[in-house]
């Protein structure tokens, strides 16, 4: 059965961390690019964060570079993003979202929502003082 799984979310100060976790089942991770995307009330969806098929690639939208780090561990199958220094603006429900690409064919291309297709069921960050 194929299924993503988000966890991590929470309420926590500005400046504050944490750690998203995307668990998987029936993925071979390291033949998918795994991306971070999320969401804000009333807002468009916006890619945050993308790990190549074998990880060895990343990039990050500005709004977050240098705070954020994608990481995947294939032996679990599981994606992070660790998320530091977090500010008001980071508020949103996060998502994780796979996108097949074992041949390092689509990485360059791979950055809007509709380019990949199986997602999770999200999880909710606020940060907030």
């Known amino acids: 059965q194929l299924q993503l799984v988000e966890s991590g979310g929470g309420l926590v100060q500005p400046g504050e961390s944490l750690t998203l976790s995307c668990e998987t089942s029936?993925?071979?991770?390291?033949?998918?690019?795994v991306a971070w995307f999320r969401q804000a009330p009333g807002q468009e969806g916006e890619g945050g964060a993308f790990?190549?098929?074998?990880?060895?690639?990343?990039n990050y939208t500005d709004s977050v570079k240098g705070r954020f780090i994608i990481l995947k561990d294939a032996a679990s199958n599981t994606a992070f993003l660790r998320m530091n220094s977090l500010k008001p603006d980071d508020t949103a429900s996060y998502y994780c979202?796979?996108?097949?690409?074992?041949?390092?064919?689509?990485?360059?291309?791979?950055?809007?929502?509709?380019?990949?297709?199986?997602w999770g069921q999200g999880t909710q960050v606020t940060v907030s003082s």
């Open positions: 979202g796979l996108k097949g690409d074992p041949y390092d064919l689509t990485w360059t291309t791979a950055r809007r929502s509709d380019d990949f297709y199986f």
């Open positions: 790990i190549s098929a074998h990880g060895t690639r990343t």
């Open positions: 029936g993925f071979d991770l390291s033949w998918h690019i």
